[in-house]
Every structure is written in structure tokens, then in C-alpha cells.
């Protein structure tokens, strides 16, 4: 049986006290290697994307220090891990998320967290899980670590589960949402199927971001584009990179991420499907990096922009080169290849009342009182895809980016989205002129039967 303990209850902590003996000299004891050799925070957000081959692992390490290792990549990982993450702890893991249950992903975690330790542990709690699987969580809950799932709080259903690192620092959970929203169904097989309901996490910080797909799949892709839960990231680590499927053409011109990773082994060159995948990044005009070409890769973030370092420099690349990647993303709006999904217009001379679909909000997940984490935020309200007809046309359609400057206090939209924003925030440059809507008031793109967009809050 798995073990689950609840994320609210707190860490108890005892302290052993020894009384000397008088009569006897006290006992000289051998002192403690120490297990944890990282420097002080710097002030700055650190993301480690270690070479683990075939599999994933990923260490967060905030700007006041807070850590969350993302997966631990397989056994054959485990000596590589118990060695690099010493090196940059200064204390036990606070957090870690098991994406999804392949050993792919949780393979060495045993022997790390023997290593390092750990206080908390999320993981997606699907059924059909292995033996090992189950095995693997009853020890690490046996041992004190605090397991949950990322399950939406039954008094708020609808809401995304966030979970605060510090301020200004927040992981929010995109998928899954069970059991507020069922689990995809789309593979045949458990591992398929599995898979199909990682963990895909969205890391904040200031004006940058970076999206962990776990091991998303199609199926997974389609539910959060359907429910508008995705937008621009500063980075992409890449999720099952030979999947039929995976990383749609669509998924990537909406995350459209500047800089993408994605781990592996050899055997990503000869994969068919790899190759198609560089094709699409590079049509949205993503940089790859691979584990299996450049080793670990480590992205610092100041909030405004990340840089990227690689242990070993891409072919052709000066080791010198800087690899600068701006919160605010400033590369041209992106021609979609991607045609929208037809409106259907009413069949009644009388226009049909807008359907209206509360936005999908982001509430924090519980924490026990002694978390580390703390500084509680507001984040982003990720609204959903609105469903059924537009009936109502917006006051005006703007043409060129002449106009779009002259509305700096307006509203604007694209007519392929059922959002909108101010007319002043960064994913406005995104949208192409041809399908850029602007309104005066903010009553009026409301009308348009159009919702607030999260990431400006109009």
C-alpha cells in the first residue's frame, strides 16, 4: 500500500540530550562527515538539468536557497546524482516531485535521498502503478518524508494548485487534476496511460519561466491547450522527445519556448521522431540543448532574463559564447502553421447567449507550519478555454502594430483566443496583426464573451 501523508501535518522533530557521567571522562566522538557542501544563495534562481541519459532529473535551487529535485533519471544514474547533488545542497531536499512513476524518472531516488534527504515528496498517485513503485513510497514515507499529490482542493475545485517556494519563486501544477478532472484514458497500455497524467509543472520567477513536462504526452498536450493553460516560457524542458504524438506542432507554437532541453542517450540522434521534434523547434525559433551532447545544463535567472551554461559546448560552438534568454521575449510574433479551430455561428436569427466558464484559478497547496517555503503570492489565474459560439463582435479590429502602440490603455485579444489582455502586456507582441482585436473598455471585451488573461490581470 502506498504511503500518504498529509502535506499539513507537521515535521516533528526531536533533539537527545547525553548527561555525563562524573566519575567518567566524557566520550570523545568521532565528528559527522558532512553531507552537504553547496554555496550560500546568491540571490538568484538556479535550474540544473543533470545528464542522466535516458531519463529525467532536474534540481531547482531558489534565490533564498529552497530546493526541489524534479524526477532523479534512473538507476544507472545513481552513483552520478549521490555525488553532484551534495555538491549543491547546503541541506536536505525540501521538495521533490516524482512526475510520473517510470523508473526512468525514479530510479536512483532511493539511494539519493539516502544521500541528501529530503522533507516532502509529490507525485501524481495514478493507479496501475508497479510494486517497486509502491515499494519505493512506503519506505520513503516510513523514513518521515511527507508525501501528497497534487490533487485540487475539494473546497475549490476548479482552482490549479500552486505551490509557493518563496516569494516572487512559484511552481504551479498544470496536469493532473484529478480527481476535480478525470485522468486521460488516451493510451492503451498502463505505461501509455501513466504517462499520459505526469506531473507538468510550471516554474515562475519574475518575468521568466520554465515548463517540466514530465513525460506528456499528445493526449496530454491537447487537454491543457483545450483548457488555455499554456503560454510563452522562457525554457522548455522537453517531454518524451521520441513519442509519437508528443511536442504537437501546436503545443510548441504556444509555449513557444526560447531555449528547449531535453535528456537522452545516444540513441535521440538515430530516433525518427527526435528529428522531426529539432524541426518544429527550430521552426518556432527555440535553441536545443541535449544532455547527451552538452552534459549537465545550468540556467541562472535574475528574474529579468536567463543565461544558460553547458558542460560541454555544442559542436561548432566558441566555449566563450554567452547564452542569454530574456523573460520578455523578444523575437518577432510567430506565424502560426496551426489553423484555428472554425467558429461555428448561430443557426437562429437571434444570437445565442455566450457560454461563460469560470477561469481555471491557482490556490496554494497546503504546507506544514515548519515548511521552509514560505511568503505567500499571488500568481497567475490560468484562465480555460471558453466553449460554444462567439456571439458578439468586438468594437474594432486593429491592423498594424501602428494602431496596437495608439491603444496603450485599451484591450486587446486574439480572435483565435477566448482571452484578453491589457494592451500594454507581453503577450501582446505575440499576437500577428492580422488577428488582433482591440476594445476601448474593458466592458467591452468583456462582452465580446472573453476572459481576463492571467499573466496581466486586465
Not at 529552497?66 to 544507472?76: E, I, K, R, W
Not at 509529490?122 to 519506505?139: G, N, V, W
Not at 502586456?425 to 465580446?448: F, G, H, M, Q, Y
Amino acid at each position: 500500500m502506498k504511503a500518504r501523508i498529509a502535506l499539513g501535518v507537521g515535521l516533528l522533530l526531536a533533539s537527545l540530550a547525553c548527561q555525563q557521567q562524573p566519575s567518567a571522562p566524557p566520550a570523545q566522538a568521532a565528528p559527522e562527515k558532512s553531507r552537504y557542501f553547496g554555496g550560500a544563495p546568491d540571490g538568484k534562481l538556479h535550474v540544473y538539468f543533470f545528464d542522466v541519459g535516458a531519463g529525467d532529473a532536474a534540481l531547482i535551487v531558489t534565490p533564498r536557497g529552497n530546493t526541489v529535485l524534479v524526477d532523479s533519471g534512473p538507476a544507472s544514474a545513481e552513483s552520478h546524482l549521490v555525488n553532484r547533488l551534495p555538491e549543491l545542497l547546503r541541506r536536505e531536499l525540501d521538495l521533490v516531485v516524482l512526475t510520473q512513476p517510470d523508473p526512468k524518472h525514479h530510479g536512483a531516488l532511493e539511494a539519493v535521498l539516502k544521500r541528501v534527504g529530503a522533507r516532502r515528496l509529490m507525485e501524481p498517485q495514478l493507479p496501475d502503478t508497479s510494486k517497486a513503485y509502491d515499494a519505493l513510497l512506503t519506505a520513503l514515507g516510513s523514513r518521515g518524508v511527507q508525501i501528497f499529490s497534487p490533487a485540487p482542493s475539494s473546497s475549490a475545485p476548479k482552482e490549479l494548485v500552486r505551490l509557493t517556494l518563496e516569494d516572487r519563486v512559484n511552481l504551479t501544477v498544470l496536469w493532473p487534476r484529478a480527481p476535480a478532472e478525470p485522468l486521460l484514458k488516451g493510451a492503451a497500455d498502463a505505461e501509455g496511460r501513466n504517462a499520459a497524467n505526469s506531473v507538468v509543472l510550471r516554474l515562475t520567477y519574475d518575468d521568466t519561466s520554465v515548463i517540466f513536462a514530465g513525460g506528456a504526452r499528445g493526449e496530454t498536450e491537447a487537454r491543457l491547450l483545450e483548457r488555455g493553460l499554456l503560454s510563452p516560457a522562457t525554457l522548455l524542458k522537453v517531454g518524451s522527445p521520441g513519442v509519437e504524438g508528443a511536442n504537437s506542432q501546436a503545443y510548441l507554437e504556444e509555449v513557444r519556448p526560447q531555449a528547449a532541453v531535453f535528456s537522452g542517450d545516444d540513441g535521440l540522434a538515430k530516433n525518427p521522431k527526435v528529428k522531426e521534434l529539432l524541426a518544429r523547434l527550430r521552426g518556432v525559433d527555440a535553441k536545443m540543448f541535449r544532455t547527451d551532447v552538452n552534459g549537465e545544463v545550468h540556467a541562472v535567472s535574475d528574474g529579468k532574463q536567463f543565461e544558460l551554461s553547458l558542460q560541454r559546448p555544442s559542436p561548432g560552438e566558441p566555449a566563450s559564447a554567452r547564452r542569454i534568454f530574456p523573460g520578455l521575449d523578444p523575437r518577432p510574433a510567430l506565424v502560426r502553421t496551426v489553423k484555428p479551430a472554425p467558429v461555428v455561428k448561430p443557426t437562429s436569427p437571434e444570437p445565442a447567449p455566450a457560454v461563460r466558464t469560470e477561469p481555471a484559478r491557482v490556490v496554494e497547496a497546503p504546507r506544514d507550519s515548519t515548511a521552509r517555503a514560505s511568503n505567500v503570492m499571488d500568481v497567475d489565474d490560468l484562465p480555460t478555454a471558453r466553449k460554444g459560439t462567439r456571439t458578439e463582435a468586438p468594437e474594432k479590429a486593429v491592423r498594424s502594430s501602428s494602431s496596437r502602440a495608439s491603444m496603450s490603455d485599451g484591450y486587446m485579444a486574439s480572435k483565435n483566443k477566448q482571452i484578453f489582455h491589457k494592451s500594454t502586456c507581453r503577450s501582446v507582441k505575440l499576437i500577428n496583426p492580422e488577428n488582433l482585436l482591440t476594445w476601448s473598455t474593458r466592458d467591452a471585451a468583456v462582452k465580446s464573451g472573453r476572459k481576463p488573461a492571467g499573466d496581466c490581470h486586465p
